[in-house]
């Protein structure tokens, strides 16, 4: 954990995939401070980072969310199109199983 300049707190330690395979846990004093919280783990998509952020009504951008606007940005980039917000929606919510916590409720800003 650290801090930028511009007093910008930031973390840069791995919790895992689930949150299980580190014993790392959000630092509650480092998180308050933000203004916005993201995480770049994309399964499961709502981290105990995520979790603990919502909690104390923090903007949040989910890894899920990272990868569905790189994805984007990979199709613009290939075909020369961008996709409506609509048709981004639709896409991210049909790649992730329906079994999946957060399945479908990525919301997006382009």
Do not use: C
């Amino acid at each position: 954990m650290g801090v930028r300049r511009g007093g910008a707190p930031r973390t840069t330690q791995a919790a895992g995939r689930d949150g299980r395979h580190s014993a790392w846990r959000p630092d509650p004093a480092v998180i308050d401070r933000a203004q916005l919280v993201f995480d770049l783990v994309a399964v499961p998509p709502e981290t105990s980072l995520i979790r603990y952020a919502k909690t104390g009504g923090k903007a949040v951008i989910t890894g899920a969310e990272v990868i569905t606007l790189q994805a984007v940005e990979q199709f613009v980039l290939s075909t020369g199109v961008r996709p409506t917000e609509e048709q981004i929606r639709r896409a991210s919510a049909r790649a992730r199983p329906a079994n999946r916590p957060g399945a479908g409720t990525a919301r997006l800003a382009i």
